[in-house]
């Protein structure tokens, strides 16, 4: 069984940066993919950012994500990790981790207020 913990979520203000973070443990096979998925206010949860599992290690951004995240995954410590800067008050939301293979396990999620 997989277990994801999130965290570094918590209040900035806007134009300030945050850094998440999700920790993996349990049955892990490091060609599975991780992603950071988010639900903000009133919407579905959407794609934030992918890092692939694998040789490759293929990153990718959900458009309102490019130029301000990067994410990063560190596969020895099964943790990936997401810079966040530039925040906006529309990036308020919570935050989740997935991994994905075979199985999909999510994260509990950590909670991003971006406000003045």
């Known amino acids: 069984q997989v277990r994801l913990v999130e965290s570094g979520g918590g209040l900035v203000q806007p134009g300030g940066s945050l850094r998440l973070s999700c920790a993996a443990s349990?049955?892990?096979?490091?060609?599975?993919?991780m992603a950071w998925f988010r639900q903000t206010l009133g919407t579905q949860r959407e794609f934030v950012a992918l890092?692939?599992?694998?040789?490759?290690?293929?990153?990718d951004y959900g458009d309102f994500a490019k130029g301000r995240f990067t994410v990063s995954r560190d596969m020895d410590k099964n943790t990936m990790d997401l810079q966040m800067n530039d925040l906006k008050p529309e990036d308020t939301g919570v935050y989740y981790c997935?991994?994905?293979?075979?199985?999909?396990?999510w994260g509990q999620g950590t909670q991003v207020t971006v406000s003045s």
């Open positions: 997935t991994l994905y293979g075979q199985t999909q396990s």
């Open positions: 349990g049955k892990i096979d490091k060609i599975w993919n």
């Open positions: 890092a692939t599992g694998g040789a490759l290690r293929i990153t």
